[in-house]
């Protein structure tokens, strides 16, 4: 089956960066686009950007442009998330989401059918 | 982009129905389908309920439909069930290549 499994929780100092990974299986990587999504502590979803699996194209969202990285590794599956310069307001659970198949290209924005369990990421001095 | 306007919070009856409105999606006739739901328990990762407005995925029950008018989107849930408290979220095209949540709604079941 189609499964998304993120690496585990992780605890930074102010400051730091943090890596996430998340391994894709059940399905032929290439075609789909990745997301993540971020949700602190109480809070709603909030985008953060995604990356086209089969050329590693990535779009950012602007709350995070220039802290964020996002990348891929064809031929381990596995899609990555690198924040830096974290702040408190960065604690929280991020999730890697795939887009939905959407035929012969690549879509980004019709929805996001199959989610990672979440990693949760602490920041805290 | 900022992020979608839904109501904090809705309540129904058990067999009742309601809607969840949200508003600020797109207008443009090239993404104006680009709405999607999710709902999410607590302590679990969100699930997609409706895409492209108004279309289920594969095992997600028909008492969950999708509208849009103008800016707005809306989600009803029909035969409101114990089973349907959760938040839900709705989501669009945000323009210039990116995507953007609502603020959420938490649906309690009476």
């Known amino acids: 089956q189609v499964q998304l499994v993120q690496s585990g929780a992780e605890v930074k100092m102010p400051g730091a960066s943090v890596k996430v990974s998340c391994k894709a299986s059940?399905?032929?990587?290439?075609?789909?686009?990745l997301h993540w999504v971020r949700q602190a502590p109480g809070q709603s979803l909030e985008w953060m950007g995604w990356?086209?699996?089969?050329?590693?194209?990535?779009s950012y969202s602007p709350s995070f442009e220039g802290r964020l990285t996002i990348t891929r590794d064809r031929p381990a599956t596995t899609v990555y998330m690198d924040l830096s310069g974290l702040t408190f307001e960065d604690t929280g659970l991020y999730y890697c989401?795939?887009?939905?198949?959407?035929?012969?290209?690549?879509?980004?924005?019709?929805?996001?059918?199959?989610w990672g369990q979440g990693t949760a990421v602490s920041v805290s001095s | 982009q900022s992020a979608l306007t839904q109501p904090a919070s809705v309540s129904g009856s058990p067999g009742q129905s309601i809607t969840i409105s949200c508003t600020g999606t797109?207008?443009?006739?090239?993404?104006?389908?680009?709405v999607s739901w999710y709902q999410q328990f607590p302590s679990r990762a969100p699930k997609l309920i409706l895409y492209e407005v108004s279309n289920r995925p594969s095992g997600v029950s028909d008492r969950f439909s999708g509208s849009r008018s103008g800016n707005t989107a809306s989600l009803t849930i029909s035969g409101l069930q114990a089973e349907d408290e959760a938040d839900y979220y709705c989501?669009?095209?945000?323009?210039?290549?990116?995507?953007?949540f609502g603020g959420g709604t938490k649906l309690t079941v009476l």
């Open positions: 989501c669009s095209y945000g323009g210039s290549r990116t995507m953007v």
């Open positions: 990356i086209n699996a089969d050329n590693g194209y990535t």
């Open positions: 797109p207008t443009d006739s090239g993404t104006y389908n680009l």
């Open positions: 989401a795939r887009h939905l198949d959407s035929g012969d290209h690549i879509q980004y924005y019709y929805g996001l059918d199959v």
């Open positions: 059940g399905y032929t990587f290439s075609k789909n686009a």
